[in-house]
């Protein structure tokens, strides 16, 4: 986060012959920090709560609108335009306008996706035409698409594991296999893995495409998401390709092409 970014504090100098009021960047930690008043020049030690990094709650605002360009795999990745601290992903579908609330702060984004005009081309039959769209053809045999997540476990000493879970919307908890407690999506023969160490979320976004939200809940050794490392209670939202790492598991979320 740049420096401009950072959030601002009010602060007023507890000089009783000053009591200047200014404003100051926050710090990255809280904690006790020293602070110069800009008037009267003299320092003081000024506690940084704990509370001053909750996040904000933006899901009263108006929704604020971004525009970004067409990608070859329509999977968009920006900041978000409320809170600006927490980088958003999001699976375009096809679609020009699409919506999505911040995970973080809860803010309401409207994306407008700049694509090109579709190709037409007038079609004349007898004395009648219209235009015909190519890009709206849909052919009954075509494959329909569905999500997995891919689960691959590599073993020293014995054959490596690989299982696609198939995603329909609901609730999945990701841990290490347990006869007593076995999770939706269990991992064998990997026991750096915690139990019901996370938990991925798929439901129906505001455009109608799945979204998939990924939450550690208890995790003894790292757990990562495209090499970035989550904390306990850290959430993410998951796109296509991304790919996730636990103790010595690896796990991808792909698209599995299967007939209707």
């Known amino acids: 986060m740049s420096e401009t970014d950072r959030p601002i504090l009010n602060v007023t100098c507890p000089n009783p012959e000053c009591r200047h009021p200014f ?36 899901s009263g605002a108006p929704a604020k609108r971004i525009p970004v360009e067409e990608t070859p795999d329509d999977v968009y990745r920006f900041p978000c335009p409320h809170c600006g601290g927490y980088n958003i992903g999001l699976k375009g579908g096809g679609r020009n306008l699409l919506k999505v609330t911040c995970p973080k702060c809860k803010g309401n984004i409207s994306v407008s996706v700049d694509r090109p005009t579709p190709q037409t081309e007038l079609v004349s039959i007898g004395n009648d035409s219209f235009e015909e769209e190519f890009e709206q053809f849909d052919s009954e045999d075509a494959p329909k698409i569905s999500t997995a ?42 026991v750096t893995v915690s139990r019901r160490s996370v938990r991925l979320e798929v439901f129906n976004g505001h455009d109608g495409d799945n979204q998939f939200n990924f939450t550690v809940m208890k ?42």
């Open 219 to 260: 995790a003894v050794n790292p757990v990562t998401v495209n090499g970035k490392r989550l904390m306990p209670g850290e959430s993410v939202f998951l796109t296509i390709g991304d790919k996730i790492r636990m103790g010595k598991t690896d796990m991808e979320l792909i698209k599995e092409n299967h007939k209707k």
């Open 149 to 190: 997540l891919r689960v691959f476990t590599k073993r020293r000493f014995l054959p490596d594991i690989k299982t696609d879970y198939t995603l329909k919307n609901g609730n999945y908890t990701i841990g290490r296999e347990d006869s007593e407690n076995q999770p939706e999506i269990p991992i064998s023969g990997d």
């Open 23 to 58: 404003k100051m960047y926050r710090p990255d930690k809280p904690g006790i920090v020293k602070v110069g008043c800009p008037k009267c020049k003299k320092q003081f030690p000024m506690q940084i709560p704990a509370n001053a990094f909750a996040p904000a709650d933006n």
